[in-house]
């Protein structure tokens, strides 16, 4: 494992803006980020068109997340990647990540590859967090050349706040829908090198782009990641009112990522409301299964019930006398007029009536005549 060189000097921090903010974003802001698009890329300014091109996609969406020995965890998954050509050079780059509603990611995966005919070239950057923090993993592979591999493992102090590239994407769809950026907006992030680095954000106001043969007004973002060697990347991101990414591009790259399809301006980035399904009436006696279920549950309990008073034959000479007192008597108070004729019955007197009664006399003396008992004598 080794150690990266940043360690000895001061770890970037979450400022208190940004920690305010990320404790503010709650499920509504998160599901209006959960959808997926894809813009074309093509070449910037004057560069020839044959010389770049190809698609860039991303999306989101709740997934479980399960890694062995803990258990199953809901979170969001964000997937993105890139096919394109430049200056004639095949390349391509894929992204995974799991990420946590609080924008805490649990693993990502992101991969890059340049598909030069002689010499391919392919890097790979794999993070995972644990109890203790988060290892990363960074791997090279030139040519025909050994295989480089790295490994960095860092504190969960030094990762607080942490934002991935996965988490990243996720914060700029939010940050699109507010059509705001608080100042001073830095987190903690690390580089394709493996190594600690801090990302930041700023508003760059509202502007009119194109989108296909359409006008809009777009919100336009600017994020930059800061190494620690003094050099830093910036990306300009503009966002339709819905979330959704009008045009990114990477200042510097002769390639731009463009959104054509202008189907989606008229999208506002609601929740879209779920289709209502009316409530249908059960007729169970005309389903089948359901008429069936009943049947058997029907014959279950009658012969459950039979095989009881097949092992109790004295119940029905029980319930015959009382019914024929009942009916001879007929009394005020039926609940009284059981209670007093089941008294004898029981080996012991119960503490208190057991059931409710109308507070009328009873029909019968305290002690029943004997002509009341069961015929069998019982």
């Not at 706040?161 to 829908?177: D, I, K, T, Y």
Request: charge should be negative; aromatic fraction near 6%.
């Amino acid at each position: 494992m080794e150690l990266p060189a940043e360690r000895q000097q001061e770890p970037p921090a979450l400022t208190e803006a940004a920690a305010e903010f990320l404790s503010l974003i709650g499920p509504e802001e998160l599901e209006r980020c959960l959808f997926a698009e894809t813009l074309e890329m093509v070449a910037a300014g004057d560069q020839p068109k044959d010389r770049a091109g190809g698609q860039w996609w991303v999306a989101a969406r709740w997934a479980p997340y399960e890694r062995a020995g803990e258990p199953v965890r809901s979170c969001l998954l964000v997937q993105a990647g890139s096919c394109s050509r430049q200056d004639g050079v095949p390349c391509s780059s894929t992204l995974k990540a799991y990420v946590t509603p609080q924008l805490e990611t649990l693993e990502q995966e992101e991969q890059e590859r340049l598909e030069l005919r002689a010499h391919p070239v392919e890097r790979r950057t794999h993070m995972v967090s644990h109890q203790h923090g988060m290892t990363v993993t960074t791997t090279l592979q030139e040519g025909e050349a050994e295989l480089q591999c790295r490994s960095f493992s860092y504190s969960r102090a030094e990762l607080r706040g942490l934002l991935s590239e996965g988490a990243s994407l996720l914060l700029l769809r939010v940050l699109a829908c507010q059509r705001a950026v608080p100042p001073g907006l830095i987190f903690p992030a690390i580089d394709t090198e493996g190594h600690l680095c801090t990302s930041s954000y700023r508003a760059l106001g509202i502007q009119q782009q194109a989108v296909g043969s359409a006008e809009a007004e777009v919100f336009v973002i600017e994020r930059a990641v800061h190494t620690g060697v003094g050099i830093s990347t910036v990306w300009h991101s503009s966002f339709l009112p819905s979330g959704r990414l009008a045009r990114r591009v990477q200042v510097g790259c002769p390639i731009l990522v463009l959104l054509q399809d202008e189907s989606v301006l008229g999208e506002t980035g609601g929740v879209e409301p779920q289709p209502l399904f009316p409530k249908q009436p059960l007729d169970w006696e005309e389903d089948i299964q359901l008429w069936s279920w009943f049947l058997d549950r029907k014959e279950e309990l009658q012969a459950s019930h039979a095989a009881y008073i097949q092992q109790h034959p004295k119940l029905r000479a029980l319930l015959a006398d009382f019914l024929q007192a009942l009916l001879l008597q007929q009394p005020h108070d039926p609940v009284s007029f059981a209670t007093q004729f089941f008294t004898p019955f029981a080996h012991q007197q119960p503490p208190g009536t057991p059931f409710t009664s109308t507070g009328t006399a009873s029909p019968l003396p305290s002690t029943p005549p004997h002509h009341h008992s069961p015929a069998n004598g019982e």
